[in-house]
């Protein structure tokens, strides 16, 4: 038969298929295994949270919510920006809620990556990033960090600069690689856009999640850098409420109302009694981001002491809700799809391998475990992994 199939519309995405999370977590599915490669939490958001919700929507707070965000929920992201990093925002001009942080990431490209324009992505890079520059009639211009240290070579990111140049793009803590940018890196981060017309789009979503107590280096705290970028943040992360897809940009005036352009008629404004229910429940509750590092890290040490001598190699997290697992002693030959494959298949757990992280993935044999899990699930992933391990060293 023939007509008009997928393959014959003219799409703006033609490379784009299934995602690799959307992969594992259906197979995961499939076969009845443990799902512990996707990023987010297996257990209840917090009861008061919940109840606050249940009271936003009894009370009446049903109906549009203002397109920039509710000025009760931007005021409470004030008070929690001053309290958590001292820095002062203004709440009317330079914070905006969006529908999660992928939609801050998205208008923020949409709003100053134009056709023809470059932006400059560090690999491995969170997935969202190069479709919407693409989407922008842009070009993300792919900057590998190398493993192990995955850190960042500033001479090599020079190199890749062009005069069409217009947006970096950083993520601290990074996710999959689990680093944190230094203060030196945004030090070098500033002196690299300093005197050229580009913007810095920031990625924050774990800032709480940072442990053995480094400090987050926001780019909100460099006075020379925040002038320049759009920052961006997620409740999803810091509530444990991923479905809630609340997120939200800071932005220095200039740039947020370019921002709000696009926001407007992209979702245009976000759930209102969700915003009501958060500004009513972060005030009262800063315990919510002050015991994130210590919560999580606990929860990554459970899981490095659960696999010790197992022969998974565990590189300690910097930051955010996941840890890599290096399994180059156990199959030093196998690649990384491969290998989450058949740690799925004949290991029953679902893992997201690291090379489709890359635009060019070199050699790579690590696979992502989400630490955001109750830890009678970490228990379980650790002893599948070991009995895996176990059975290959047969
Ligand atoms: C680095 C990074 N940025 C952005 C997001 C998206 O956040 P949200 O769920 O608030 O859209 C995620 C979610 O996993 C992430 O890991």
């Not at 990556?113 to 969170?126: K, L, M, N, Q, T």
């Not at 211009?141 to 947006?167: I, K, M």
């Not at 940072?210 to 020379?224: M, Q």
Request: contains cysteine; charged residues 20%; proline residues 7%.
């Amino acid at each position: 038969m023939t007509g008009v199939g997928a393959g014959a519309v003219p799409g703006k995405l033609p490379d784009v298929g299934t995602t690799i999370f959307t992969v594992m977590s259906r197979r995961a599915a499939e076969l009845g295994a443990l799902n512990i490669g996707q990023g987010f939490p297996d257990y209840a958001i917090d009861p008061r949270l919940a109840r606050a919700l249940a009271d936003a929507v009894a009370g009446g707070h049903n109906q549009y919510a203002p397109m920039e965000g509710s000025i009760a929920l931007r005021e409470a992201i004030a008070g929690k920006l001053r309290a958590s990093h001292a820095i002062a925002v203004d709440p009317a001009h330079e914070i905006t809620v969006t529908c999660g942080a992928t939609e801050a990431i998205y208008s923020a490209i949409q709003a100053v990556v134009g056709p023809g324009d470059e932006a400059i992505v560090f690999d491995p890079a969170y997935d969202s990033y190069d479709p919407a520059i693409r989407l922008a009639g842009g070009r993300a211009v792919h900057v590998p960090l190398s493993p192990p240290r995955f850190r960042y070579d500033w001479d090599r990111v020079r190199a890749a600069l062009t005069p069409r140049t217009r947006l970096v793009i950083v993520n601290t803590p990074l996710n999959p690689a689990c680093t944190v940018l230094r203060a030196g890196d945004v030090a070098a981060l500033a002196q690299l856009v300093r005197d050229r017309p580009i913007t810095v789009l920031a990625d924050e979503v774990y800032e709480h999640v940072i442990f053995d107590g480094r400090r987050h280096e926001s780019v909100l705290a460099h006075e020379e850098l925040r002038a320049r970028s759009f920052v961006v943040f997620s409740f999803g992360k810091t509530l444990h409420a991923t479905g809630w897809r609340i997120g939200y940009c800071v932005a220095p005036d200039a740039l947020t109302r370019e921002l709000r352009k696009v926001h407007q008629y992209n979702t245009f404004s976000i759930a209102a009694p969700l915003q009501a229910a958060i500004a009513h429940y972060l005030p009262r509750h800063p315990e919510c981001w002050q015991g994130l590092a210590a919560f999580f890290e606990a929860r990554r040490d459970r899981l490095l002491a659960a696999l010790a001598g197992s022969g998974f190699g565990a590189p300690g997290a910097e930051g955010t809700y996941f840890q890599l697992l290096d399994y180059s002693a156990i199959a030093p030959a196998e690649d990384d799809l491969g290998f989450s494959r058949r740690l799925l298949e004949e290991g029953g757990i679902a893992t997201i391998p690291l090379s489709p992280f890359y635009r060019e993935p070199p050699a790579l044999r690590y696979v992502r475990l989400c630490i955001a899990k109750e830890e009678a699930t970490l228990d379980e992933a650790a002893r599948r992994l070991r009995a895996f391990a176990d059975r290959a060293a047969r």
